[in-house]
């Protein structure tokens, strides 16, 4: 049976797969010696190196990046912690990421918790496949993970998300600028009764979105915004519609702190019939997901940098391992308004088209 | 300067942590027998036991994953190599396989390939960190692709397509029936002309879905479905409707090989105008994602069973590894139909509440 043996090769049981230990013994050199052989740039004696190469031939060795991990400490993997996937922005991160490791020779280890199981417990997990960094995104931060964080035995970004006075380093969008972007926009549109649906409580990315839209409406004269949850889910965002048109006087402007809520949102309006969107009511998103640009929705909404926010991550992950100053840093990075048919055309704002 | 000693703990350097070789050393056992004590289930004296377990506390030794795998050969990983997740229905795959292995303490490790990348070219990395198997979505399967899984030293699962021919297990819902289902469906709806929107030319499940969808139309002595390419995207959606709006004869019915082409395609009605969706035409898409579910698309479409697919594709992984008869099987699981707004109720069908 051809197809049997095929498939139940030496290389599948894994018995005679030759190891970095047959091949020191054949070579008569010491097991490092053969990691430093299949290493690039590590210092080694040509004439070693060439009895390493035979050897390994000779035996069909080839270099596991585990086993060599364990040696250099370099695995060749990320953990990247993401504690759900249901906002379509995260995928996108997760590709991009994966894309960006992947053009180094490097892999993502995905770390998912349960249902019910705190993030804290996957740290240790990861640790202990010896991966190179930590990449924290899309999660509830307790003070029990930062402490956990702070004590890790290699780097650790939070990715979309900032903890204050936290030991941890960090790469966001600047969500608090976004927020006053956004105001600042619904203002000269002639907005004046604006509302605010926000993620789930808690969340730096909903708080400081909310605060800086806050203070770029306090700034123009205008009264605090009107507010509903959301809970960062497209549900959410239809619930908070129908929350803020019962009002006495609804609002003339909605700015969901994501942009899935958003999309719910004009779902919302649509359903409940009554205000026109943009000529009544304008609505604003934040992230520019692909869906945002979809002609049923055409929302007007802040896109993050992914890219370079993914750049930055890995910048501080390479730092880190390089042994430069280690100090954790929190960078913040501009997005921008991109202007759709959900919203007005503000004075000399230039329209993305379709 | 307290925190920079915190973060250069001696866990950080690596240089103090103590192996397994240390503890064998001091508790005068094998490595092997270190191993053994600290896995589950595995035969070891209760005295050697006692003995390693407190070598291990004196010199604050943690087992290793990755150095048990290389002792094992279970290093705990499984590899999922996906080539995009812009189609919605990835990620949601993607989150559920992490889920169900983080339950079996397994991990993900996750492979996308650069652009202009083969595929073929992640397996062998794939192997080299000794995953313990692989799992094949979201790709274009070339026949070198087939012959690296062929001989793959570990289990390898087609997850959502099949190879005809191919000596590689697969996991997939039973596109063909699907679209078989549909078009008794149109047909029960009266439907007389009926158009399909294919995916990529050369993946499984539009042609599965088309050869199906095509002979349930034949069965009731309708012609061959319209056709129209929508790569399986939503923009190819929009284009698809644009072309087949454009026709002398529109169809009065379309069924795209996808859920975010149905999108596209509902969105290309509605810009389009003149046919009303779904007193002209009927429009149903495949997968069941999120969105389709969303009061602007409120899309008919066919549910993939993703739990039972992951189930499955799982227990293939783990009959491959317990040393079971490993043939390679193929699995397709039945999906159903979800009935919404963009088509009008069949005589029977239950409709499924907002």
Request: net charge positive; with cysteine; proline share 6%.
């Amino acid at each position: 049976m051809p197809k049997e043996s095929k498939r139940r090769s030496p290389l599948r049981s894994g018995q005679n797969r030759a190891t970095a230990a047959d091949v020191a013994r054949a070579a008569g050199v010491s097991v490092s010696a053969v990691s430093r052989a299949f290493t690039p740039g590590k210092s080694i004696a040509q004439g070693t190196k060439a009895r390493v190469l035979r050897a390994a031939d000779a035996l069909g060795y080839q270099p596991n990046p585990l086993a060599r991990g364990l040696i250099t400490r370099r695995s060749g993997m990320v953990a990247i912690l993401m504690a759900e996937v249901s906002n379509p922005f995260y995928p996108t991160v997760l590709e991009t990421f994966a894309r960006a490791l992947s053009a180094q020779g490097k892999h993502v280890m995905l770390f998912t918790p349960g249902e019910d199981e705190p993030l804290e417990a996957l740290l240790p997990r990861a640790f202990g496949y010896g991966v190179e960094g930590v990449v924290i995104t899309s999660a509830k931060l307790t003070s029990e993970m930062m402490s956990v964080c702070a004590n890790a035995p290699v780097p650790v970004v939070l990715f979309n998300r900032t903890v204050e006075g936290a030991d941890v380093s960090a790469v966001c969008c600047d969500n608090e600028a976004g927020g006053r972007s956004i105001a600042r926009f619904l203002v000269q549109g002639g907005r004046r009764r604006a509302a605010f649906v926000a993620g789930l409580e808690g969340a730096s990315t909903s708080l400081y979105r909310e605060r800086g839209f806050a203070a770029g409406l306090a700034e123009a004269g205008l009264p605090a915004p009107l507010r509903a949850q959301g809970g960062f889910t497209f549900d959410g965002g239809l619930r908070a519609a129908t929350e803020l048109l019962a009002l006495k006087t609804p609002p003339d402007a909605i700015f969901a702190a994501n942009d899935i809520m958003a999309l719910g949102v004009l779902d919302g309006l649509r359903r409940a019939g009554g205000l026109r969107v943009p000529e009544d009511v304008w609505v604003v998103g934040f992230d520019d997901i692909a869906a945002s640009a979809w002609p049923s929705f055409d929302l007007t909404t802040f896109r993050q940098p992914i890219n370079r926010m993914i750049a930055e991550t890995l910048r501080i992950l390479d730092l880190a391992e390089s042994g430069a100053p280690s100090s954790p840093s929190t960078v913040l990075l501009p997005g921008r308004l991109i202007e759709r048919g959900s919203t007005e055309s503000a004075v000399g704002a230039v329209r993305e088209p379709f």
